[in-house]
């Protein structure tokens, strides 16, 4: 039995948003198979909070995966990206 396998180019997307329209940015280059570090440091929390509720929605709906990175950074990718985190022992 021969298994047949796609490859899918691996791209990330690095977007400081500024609107709410950059949601939809966001949410498409997800839906194109690419990783996407959403960063909202620019924008007010209630903004921000909207923005990032859209693209979770969005990415949830195509059984994609949402990763918080930092107070205002975010990790969306596809369904087909693994994300593993790992903290460093503090020595």
Request: overall charge negative; hydrophobic content about 45%.
């Given at each position: 039995?021969?298994?047949?396998?796609?490859?899918?180019?691996?791209?990330?997307?690095?977007?400081?948003?500024?609107?709410?329209?950059?949601?939809?940015?966001?949410?498409?280059a997800?839906?194109?198979?690419?990783?996407?570090?959403?960063?909202?440091?620019e924008?007010?929390?209630?903004?921000?909070?909207?923005?990032?509720?859209?693209v979770?929605?969005?990415?949830?709906?195509?059984?994609?995966?949402?990763?918080?990175l930092?107070?205002?950074s975010f990790?969306?990718?596809?369904h087909?990206?693994?994300?593993?985190?790992m903290?460093?022992?503090?020595?």
């Amino acid at each position: 039995m021969d298994s047949e396998f796609v490859f899918l180019p691996s791209q990330v997307l690095i977007l400081r948003c500024h609107q709410h329209a950059d949601a939809l940015t966001a949410a498409s280059a997800v839906k194109q198979h690419k990783s996407v570090v959403v960063d909202t440091e620019e924008m007010d929390a209630a903004a921000a909070q909207r923005l990032l509720d859209f693209v979770a929605g969005a990415v949830d709906a195509i059984d994609g995966n949402a990763e918080r990175l930092g107070e205002n950074s975010f990790l969306f990718t596809p369904h087909q990206v693994q994300v593993s985190r790992m903290d460093s022992a503090v020595e």
